[in-house]
């Protein structure tokens, strides 16, 4: 009840706040990266686009979000509570999910490095991992996206073989081979 009495007043006064928490239901709970959002505001919707291309609005957004207590902060990483996650997923229409999955695939396919067995990339992919696999899963719970999906974790399979993680990859591959 606290937290759809806070959502309903950030619709009236920070419609893009909502949408940045929303986005964030359907990564990872853990470190969202604000530079994410920020360098490929191209991906978001309006007027969540707007915001993240705007430093000072994008600020303000999370400010709002963290004055609710529906967000922590650490570094340039966004944390969200896993629960808080299912209640914003669950308020909304399965075609409004669909939606909010194809976004994230499409922030998370141009943000994933495509050369991610490279060691400079590491870093940023180990970061990303968790989003993508949050990703698919919803993804594959909804239908959405199949094709960008099975992308990601292609790429993802592609980092943790390069890391010495073969089980993990080797999952990822069979998931992407069999289709989600």
Known sequence: TTWSVALQRLRETK??????LTLASFLASDDLPQPLLAAHHDQLPEPLAATAADPLALADAVAALRR??????VADGLYLHRLLQ???????????QRAWVAVAVRLLE???????????NWSECERLLPHVLA????GRRLSVESE?????????????LSRGRYRQAL???????AGL
């Open 135 to 138: 990703v698919a899963d919803h």
């Open 15 to 20: 419609p893009a706040a909502v949408d940045l």
């Open 68 to 73: 609710y207590s529906l967000i922590r902060v």
């Open 86 to 96: 299912t209640v914003v997923r669950a308020s909304l229409a399965a075609e409004v």
């Open 148 to 160: 960008g999906c099975l992308s990601l974790l292609g790429h993802a399979g592609t980092y943790l």
């Open 110 to 120: 141009v943000a994933f490095p495509v050369e991610s067995d490279q060691v400079v």
């Open 171 to 177: 999952t990822l591959y069979e998931q992407a081979i």
